[in-house]
């Protein structure tokens, strides 16, 4: 009988079933229609010479990766951009991770502090990008002024082919809010007793924090650094209103690189390859985070 | 019997109420500069929308203007011929509204079916949600436009208003998450007195997570309102334009920016984002905290 070989299901939990299906339908359909679906018509479209019209296009294989290998320019963005992740990784998340110590430490008015440190975060976007442009102007800007106060000439930030690419970090490691509010609530979920008992074994503030808080926050520090990788590939807001990629090709990043070639060079093959190898490296990441994350993941999230 | 005093010889520093002391001080000496340096941008904003245009490239700059110009704000929201800062800013909010109740709404849904009810291929789909959830939208942006494109939804606000219907799978994991927390047995008990899923969501499962909802909520408004990739790729005439398109739309040619309009607008801009930012800042961080250490 067939009824041996299904395993038998109760009405009750068949209509369970039909309600589970029916409430994630909406997040089904969104996955189908507007990624699923985009991302495997990018990968198509990688192979063809689409430029405008989708209506007489040609099969032109890996021509348009071929293409994209030989632009000078696509690697000019790719290194720029692992610049960004690199310096945003090193400096934005040791500096949250200093906010994140500070914040964790018993004073008063903490609570104060970690909304202004939240801040920038939030209004990060067209608005505060454009007080950065006037921030950042070596003559009149207010950073220039105050290092002057204490000696410093100071560079020409994002008008300098060599500068230009540091202030976009500097400038990133305002707006770290979320990962030190991460990296913050990793820091009161290492047990008491460990810092306790390392005391006991006589162990300094800096032996402590070495010794017990950076093992116990590995799995967050880990966490912390693929969002900050992601981030960076998506600082389109930035680039466009502070540099357009500029001065020369030196702060084409590689979504700036994509947008170019999409919506003002028309070459959308071009583009619809970039945006597939794009999308490959923040899904390996994105797998990389939930290979190594995941025994702490689950636990966490069994319990939670 | 000795009650043996504290020796006299040891010092205040290292005492503990010295050390807590010396502490304090460590602290603040890091806390306060840092929380100068990172309102300086507002400052910087502020004061520039207040300056007169002459003073904008005064030297050495200064942080309070000598002469406060409140006109600036009016200049600015009406003095830009082809950028009109009416239509802008209502076209924003009206995205934001929809887009907030939108996800709410489907990620609702889905995050209730994936905490509370059985069904096979769940985790199949749940992993789905995990993978997706890191995924930015820049990636995708190249063929979402031409199906924008096919559908004819180009230079409508459909492209920004329709797929926050269509869930958010970041929200969906956070909800998920909080659900998750919900005691079984008032799901049981709700299911004794013949409640249905439809009846347990709207009447246990919402109004407990009401915090969590706000969390989803405020994301959702400063996301939104901050949103200038999609509205400069899927929009193209003025009435239709969202905020921070309108903003760019002001930086003239290089050099001939009216600064200190710009900030006077950019500064309205932000108003409304760092109300929301004030309000439910408790929320917010305790919506962030759950999302890095939960997963």
């Known amino acids: 009988m067939f009824r041996r070989l299904t395993r038998p299901i109760s009405a009750s939990a068949k209509r369970e079933e039909r309600i589970f299906y029916l409430f994630i339908l909406p997040w089904l359909i969104g996955l189908v229609v507007f990624s699923a679906g985009p991302v495997l018509g990018m990968l198509g479209l990688s192979f063809t010479d689409w430029r405008i019209s989708l209506d007489d296009l040609q099969f032109i294989g890996l021509d348009n990766y071929a293409k994209l290998f030989a632009d000078p320019i696509f690697w000019t963005s790719v290194g720029n951009t692992l610049y960004i992740v690199v310096g945003r990784v090193v400096f934005g998340v040791s500096f949250a991770l200093l906010l994140a110590v500070l914040l964790n430490q018993k004073v008063p008015g903490i609570a104060f502090f970690r909304a202004v440190y939240y801040l920038p975060t939030v209004t990060a976007g067209v608005a505060v990008a454009l007080v950065w442009i006037w921030i950042f102007n070596p003559r009149l800007g207010i950073l220039n002024y105050s290092l002057k106060q204490i000696g410093i000439t100071g560079p020409p930030w994002i008008f300098s082919k060599d500068w230009v690419k540091p202030s976009l970090i500097l400038m990133s490691m305002f707006s770290v809010g979320p990962i030190m509010i991460i990296l913050l609530a990793g820091l009161q979920g290492v047990p008491k007793e460990l810092y306790e008992s390392a005391a006991i074994d006589g162990a300094g503030n800096w032996k402590k924090f070495t010794n017990v808080t950076l093992p116990m926050l590995s799995p967050v520090l880990f966490f912390v650094i693929i969002i900050s990788v992601v981030s960076s590939f998506q600082n389109f807001t930035e680039i466009r209103v502070m540099t357009e990629g500029g001065p020369g090709e030196s702060s084409n990043v590689m979504i700036w690189y994509l947008w170019e070639n999409a919506f003002i060079f028309l070459q959308l093959g071009i583009a619809a390859a970039v945006a597939w190898i794009m999308f490959v490296v923040l899904m390996v990441l994105t797998g990389a985070q939930f290979w190594v994350g995941r025994r702490w993941v689950y636990y966490e999230a069994d319990s939670g | ?295």
Not at chain 2, 5 to 26: D, N
Not at chain 2, 160 to 175: A, D, Q, R, T, Y
Not at chain 2, 230 to 251: A, E, H, I, K, N
């Open chain 2, 1 to 295: 019997m000795t009650t043996r005093k504290p020796k006299e010889s040891v010092s205040w520093r290292k005492s503990i109420k010295g050390r807590r002391a010396i502490g304090y001080i460590l602290t603040f000496a890091l806390l306060v500069p840092l929380g100068i340096a990172f309102v300086l941008p507002f400052i910087v904003m502020v004061s520039t929308a207040l300056k007169p245009l002459n003073q904008v490239f005064a030297f050495p700059p200064r942080l309070i203007p000598e002469t406060v110009q409140w006109e600036n704000f009016a200049d600015g929201w009406y003095g830009y011929g082809y950028v009109n800062f009416t239509t802008c800013t209502w076209n924003s909010l009206k995205i934001t509204v929809n887009n907030i109740i939108g996800n709410l709404v489907s990620c609702t849904l889905a995050a209730y079916a994936f905490a509370r009810l059985k069904a096979r291929g769940k985790n199949f789909f749940f992993a789905l949600v995990l993978a997706t959830m890191l995924l930015p939208n820049e990636a995708l942006v190249v063929p979402q436009y031409v199906l924008f494109n096919r559908f004819g939804w180009l230079d409508t606000h459909l492209p920004l208003m329709v797929p926050p219907w269509f869930g958010w799978p970041f929200f969906i994991f956070l909800l998920r998450q909080f659900f998750l927390t919900i005691p079984e047995e008032l799901v049981d008990a709700a299911k004794i007195d013949g409640a249905g899923h439809a009846r347990i969501l709207l009447q246990i499962f919402i109004p407990l997570s009401k915090p969590a909802l706000a969390t989803l909520a405020i994301f959702a408004f400063i996301g939104n309102w901050n949103n200038f990739f999609g509205p400069l790729l899927y929009l193209r005439t003025p009435d239709v334009q969202t905020l921070p398109v309108c903003l760019v739309q002001y930086q003239g040619a290089y050099g001939n920016t009216d600064w200190h309009l710009m900030m006077a607008v950019a500064t309205i801009a932000v108003i409304p984002v760092l109300l929301i930012f004030i309000f439910g800042q408790r929320y917010f961080v305790e919506g962030i905290a759950t999302s890095g250490v939960k997963g």
